[in-house]
């Protein structure tokens, strides 16, 4: 009985330390930049001015959730629930967000007596965007199906990703909850475009100061399908010209360019004839979850073994086995959903650093999401590799997720001598080598390894991702199904089979 099982913690969060609260500290990188220059540019607008600063606010505690210590040794629920931040003190965080204390300097005129006289509306919760959310090609339909169990609506797939609506804090729940798609964008203009000029027009008429200003860095990208532009780099010019004069116009500077680490991300895509701008709210790729640092000799990304399960039909309810595991990828994204936990509860995003950022809406939906995350793996996941290099990532990996070491059974074995565990059938998932990774003596693995999964894995269902559309073939087994996919640039076949006992073979 559940009741007299001791407790297997799978999973936990030790709540990180405070930060040095002293303002006097020594500051390096490009937010002691801004400081620097936001001192003297007050130092030069006069005495009246500098009377009416104000002191910069001091740090947040408790919420850098990458330098934690070791995991807590006992019992306990695997994620430990963090005190809300009371209100009043909400305006606290803003320099833990790397938001500049000094208003942006307006410009001359009446504005100017006005601070962020050209500062569009706070952000609604109420008001709806269109959001695009792109994935890896293939899961379009899966990301799709997830987006609407999250509950969002209008959904709808379409090449190399999904649109949907959602308010500012369905937004964040999308980068907190969604483990297939690859960024958040949300669109914020739209419009018919046939010359460059016509791109600076649709930016300079944009309201970007509702989302970020002079006080923050930005970067700009661009990409097209089918659209009559010369020049991609010529017309990501003139989109970062016109969102700079803009800021300008408004608030009297411009904001920096930073190409590596950028506060503010700006997408614009072009077609045949509309160039559309979204403003990135994800930051970092969401496959970056923040526990893969050994990444294997050909790795997954994170959301494409979350689609390969998601695909595979396997639904966290019984096992699973990767012969070929690599550094893990497929297995830790697997316990991740077995326990429900959030793929992005440990990652910061780019919409932290913008404007008008609710900090304690956003800590409180992470800490609701925490509360559904189950306290031990009902399941056994085994994973296994030939290479002790790679069950040494593997395990290393699994332990930056902060999974405990029984929550995966990691172990060097060839895959033809893999056996199941005891219980009902459940499901292969898995990404063998393949191309130049296979040698010309291990051509022979195919069908040995065939002869294991019907001598010993009668009714599960085995699903394997390969560039080699042969591979049924050398398996001598039939594909129920043949998904299209991509790893990266690699056209790849997701093959699933269907095991019964030594018959189920293709007949050449």
């Known amino acids: 009985m559940v009741a007299d099982t001791p407790s297997r913690k799978t999973l936990s969060i030790k709540p990180g330390g405070s ?27 006069g005495d009246e001015q500098r009377a009416g600063e104000r ?8 919420n850098d959730e990458r330098r934690r210590g070791p995991r807590p040794e006992g019992e306990g629920r695997p994620f430990e629930r963090r005190p809300h931040a009371p209100r009043e003190n909400r305006e606290r965080y803003a320099d833990s967000r790397g938001i500049d204390e000094r208003p942006p300097r307006a410009p001359r005129g009446e504005a100017a007596e006005r601070p962020y006289a050209g500062r569009g509306p706070r952000t609604s919760s109420a008001e709806t965007y269109p959001v695009f959310a ?15 169990a999250l509950g969002f609506e209008n959904v709808s797939a379409g090449r190399a990703g999904c649109r949907f609506t959602a308010n500012w804090t369905g937004m964040m729940r999308a980068n907190l909850q969604s483990r297939l798609a690859t960024r958040i964008l949300v669109q914020v203009a739209q419009g018919p475009v046939s010359t460059e000029d016509d791109i600076l027009a649709l930016a300079h008429a944009t309201p970007w100061e509702r989302w970020f200003g002079a006080e923050q860095t930005l970067r700009v990208d661009t990409s097209a399908v089918r659209s009559p532009m010369h020049s991609l780099q010529y017309c990501n010019l003139r989109a970062k010209d016109g969102i700079c004069d803009r800021l300008r116009d408004r608030e009297g500077a411009r904001p920096s360019i930073d190409t590596v680490r950028p506060d503010a991300r700006v997408h614009l895509f072009l077609d045949e004839t509309t160039a559309t701008l979204y403003l990135d709210t994800s930051g970092e790729s969401l496959f970056k979850r923040g526990w ?15 689609g390969l399960l998601a695909l595979s039909g396997w639904h966290g309810d019984t096992a699973l086995i990767d012969p070929f595991c ?28 913008l404007r008008d950022h609710d900090d304690y809406l956003w800590r409180s939906l ?14 056994p996941l085994l994973g296994s590799d030939l290479d002790p290099r790679a069950i040494d990532a593997a395990q290393q990996n699994a332990e930056r997720a902060r999974l405990t070491p029984d929550a995966i059974s990691f172990e060097i074995r060839d895959a033809r001598d893999i056996r199941p565990p005891e219980g009902a059938p459940g499901w292969i998932v898995t990404n063998p080598p393949y191309g130049e990774r296979l040698s010309a003596d291990e051509t022979g693995l195919w069908a040995d390894w065939s002869q294991t999964l019907k001598a010993h894995f009668d009714g599960w269902h085995v699903d394997v991702i390969t560039t080699d559309r042969d591979l049924p073939r050398h398996l001598r087994l039939n594909a129920q199904r043949r998904t299209p996919l991509y790893n990266g640039a690699l056209e790849c076949r997701l093959f699933d089979f269907e095991i019964v006992g030594g018959s189920y073979r293709q007949k050449l």
């Open 326 to 353: 690599g550094s893990g990828t497929i297995l830790i994204e697997a316990a991740y959903i077995a326990l429900r936990v959030p793929p992005g509860v440990s990652r910061p995003f780019a919409f932290e650093r």
């Open 134 to 148: 792109p994935c890896p090609q293939g899961l379009e339909q899966a990301l799709a199906d997830e987006l609407t």
């Open 366 to 379: 992470k800490d609701e999401a925490r509360t559904a995350i189950l306290p031990r793996l009902e399941i």
């Open 19 to 45: 930060r040095d609260a002293d303002p006097d500290r020594q500051r390096t990188g490009s937010r002691a930049h801004r400081i620097a220059r936001a001192t003297v540019r007050t130092r030069d607008e």
């Open 292 to 306: 893969r640092y050994d990444k294997g000799e050909a790795p997954l990304r994170e959301n494409l073994a979350a």
């Open 55 to 62: 002191r910069p606010y001091p740090p947040r505690e408790g």
